[in-house]
Each structure stands twice: as C-alpha cells, then as structure tokens.
Nanobody, 115 residues
Framework: QVQLVESGGGLVQPGGSLRLSCAASGISFEIYDIMWYRQAPGKQRELVAFISRGGSTNYVDSVKGRFAISRDNAKNTVYLQMNSLKPEDTAVYYC?????????WGQGTQVTVSS
C-alpha cells in the first residue's frame, strides 16, 4: 500500500519558518518526481515546488528565494523548508509523487501564517 504522510505544519508568525516533511512508503521513492502543492480556502490547488528524481528543482515565482525543496532517498522523505513566511502562504500543503501516469497524494498538512 502506497502512503505519503506529510508533517511539520502549524501556526507561525509572519517572517517565521517551518519545515514540512513527506515520508513515502510502498513505492520505489528514488525514481519518482516529487512535488509540493498547496491549496488555500476558496482557491485552486497550486504547484509550489518540484524536485526531480535526479535532484533538479523548480519553484513557483511567489516562493523563489524563500522556500527550498530537498529529498533524502535513503529515508524516502522529501522536505520543504519555508522561510520568511507570509500570510498569503497560508494553505493546506500536499505532497505528490509522480512517475509517468502514476501519481500519489498525501493527506495534507495545514500551514497558517498569522500574528
């Protein structure tokens, strides 16, 4: 059974930091591209960050220079380091693993940026 389990969300003040984790099981993690998406209330789900199986990364413009995605294939885990958080970063963050036509989602973790 494939599972992606996100953790690390919470409430943080503007300017603060959080590190999200996504632990995968049931897949050959190292051959999957991994993405972080987010969905704010009333908005469509948005691709935030991408890391290929080879380690190449890409980000949506709104988080460039503030967020960093990384992966540890030995731990079957991908991370999203989020710095200089803004209220507009508030959303549920989802991990997605994709290989050709196969893709799997985690259950999401809530990030709230508020004073």
């Amino acid at each position: 059974q494939v599972q992606l389990v996100e953790s690390g969300g919470g409430l943080v003040q503007p300017g603060g930091s959080l590190r999200l984790s996504c632990a995968a099981s049931g897949i050959s993690f190292e051959i999957y591209d991994i993405m972080w998406y987010r969905q704010a209330p009333g908005k469509q789900r948005e691709l935030v960050a991408f890391i290929s199986r080879g380690g190449s990364t890409n980000y949506v413009d709104s988080v460039k220079g503030r967020f960093a995605i990384s992966r540890d294939n030995a731990k079957n885990t991908v991370y999203l380091q989020m710095n200089s958080l803004k209220p507009e970063d508030t959303a549920v963050y989802y991990c997605n693993a994709k290989l050709l036509t196969r893709q799997y989602w985690g259950q999401g973790t809530q990030v709230t940026v508020s004073s």
